[in-house]
């Protein structure tokens, strides 16, 4: 069964440093989303991405986020200057068509020391 | 900014019985309901999706709930295994201009089927 892949599945970086978190979606999805949860905290919306542009974009997804999808598979996050508050299990989602269901990765841990 | 609200964290039912998750949603906007389950260290599992122009959808054990006046949908499980036993989040959407489904999640409800 196709499914959303992500690397790395634990990321630990220093305060300041730069991350790019990777995602494979469902080969035939047309839309992308990374979502992220904080520790005992509800999963969010950070970034929605159609037609290699993003749709929408949370409060979160502030100037230190980018998202790119650099070839036909591949579709990625990157946190600039990370800061400790971005230690957070990040998700990578993507859906086929518009109202349909989202598939979500497995995650990524990204530890920020 | 909690717009979806799942007001039980956890929730114990005996095997064979029903487990019955709430959900409720104070944006009027939304119009497409799911339901993910999630165990540890993974990433949420869709169950069962439901727009608002239903009122009910039944996936074999699985039967969604809305009731759009009250801005709440429930998830019924029946009847409930052990395997079941995981933290089930309620999502809603709401479509932007390009047709994207952005979620809402819930804080989760942790539900224990007791053998």
């Known amino acids: 069964e196709p499914e959303v892949t992500q690397t790395p599945s634990h990321q630990v970086t220093q305060m300041g440093q730069e991350v790019i978190l990777r995602c494979v979606p469902i080969?035939?999805?047309?839309?992308f989303y990374w979502y992220r949860q904080i520790l005992g905290q509800k999963v969010e919306f950070l970034v929605s991405?159609?037609?290699?542009?993003?749709?929408?974009k949370s409060e979160i997804f502030d100037d230190q986020f980018s998202v790119e999808r650099p070839d036909g598979s591949n579709f990625t996050l990157k946190i600039r200057s990370t800061k400790l508050e971005d230690s957070a299990m990040y998700f990578c989602?993507?859906?086929?068509?518009?109202?349909?269901?989202?598939?979500f990765g497995q995650g990524t841990r990204l530890t920020v020391v | 900014d909690q717009q979806v609200k799942q007001n039980s964290p956890s929730l114990s039912v005996q095997e064979g019985r029903i487990s019955i998750l709430n959900c409720d949603y104070t944006?009027?906007?939304?119009?497409?309901f799911l339901w993910y389950k999630k165990y540890p260290a993974e990433g949420p599992t869709f169950l069962i999706s439901?727009?608002?122009?239903?009122d009910k959808n039944e996936d074999g054990r699985f039967t969604v709930f809305l009731n759009k006046s009250a801005k709440h949908l429930s998830l019924h499980i029946v009847p409930s295994q052990p395997g079941d036993s995981a933290v089930y989040f309620c999502?809603?959407?709401?479509?932007?201009?390009?047709?994207?489904?952005?979620?809402?999640f819930g804080t989760g409800t942790r539900l224990t089927v007791i053998p």
């Open positions: 944006n009027s906007m939304f119009d497409y």
């Open positions: 439901i727009s608002s122009i239903k």
């Open positions: 999502a809603a959407s709401e479509w932007d201009q390009t047709g994207a489904n952005n979620l809402f």
């Open positions: 989602a993507s859906s086929y068509r518009a109202n349909t269901e989202a598939f």
């Open positions: 991405f159609y037609n290699n542009e993003i749709s929408e």
């Open positions: 080969s035939n999805h047309l839309y």
